[in-house]
């Protein structure tokens, strides 16, 4: 759990970093907390009935090969070059999602 976790916020973190080095542009920065901050808010109103309605453990291991998923997008993103914002913005707000329901479950 410990190294999950670190893994987590290392990425969390590397995502602000590279959006600033890519766009030199605070704004931009602020933009990937504002689609953090939808997909957490999104993925507590959905993960509050889908937690009570499914096993915990199971929850946990999907979201676990959800957060890897992403870090793998986020990966390939790089490995080609510059990534798409688009694409930085949308993996940092599935992951938020898939943490907020992670979190609760845990």
Same mark, same amino acid.
């Given at each position: 759990m410990f190294?999950?976790?670190?893994?987590?916020?290392f990425t969390?973190?590397?995502?602000?970093i590279?959006v %600033?080095?890519?766009?030199n542009?605070t704004?931009?920065?602020?933009?990937l907390?504002l689609?953090?901050?939808?997909g957490q808010?999104?993925g507590?109103?959905v993960g509050g009935? %889908?937690?009570d309605a499914?096993?915990?453990?199971?929850?946990l291991?999907?979201?676990?090969?959800?957060?890897?998923?992403?870090?793998?997008?986020?990966f390939a993103?790089?490995?080609?070059?510059p990534a798409?914002?688009?694409l930085?913005?949308g993996?940092?707000?599935?992951?938020? %999602?898939?943490?907020?329901?992670?979190?609760?479950?845990?």
């Amino acid at each position: 759990m410990f190294v999950s976790e670190l893994g987590y916020q290392f990425t969390r973190v590397a995502l602000y970093i590279q959006v %600033f080095a890519q766009t030199n542009s605070t704004t931009a920065v602020g933009l990937l907390g504002l689609s953090g901050l939808l997909g957490q808010v999104t993925g507590t109103i959905v993960g509050g009935s %889908f937690i009570d309605a499914h096993d915990r453990r199971r929850i946990l291991l999907l979201s676990q090969v959800a957060l890897a998923a992403c870090a793998g997008v986020l990966f390939a993103g790089v490995s080609l070059g510059p990534a798409p914002l688009a694409l930085l913005y949308g993996t940092n707000a599935a992951m938020w %999602f898939v943490g907020s329901i992670e979190g609760p479950a845990r």
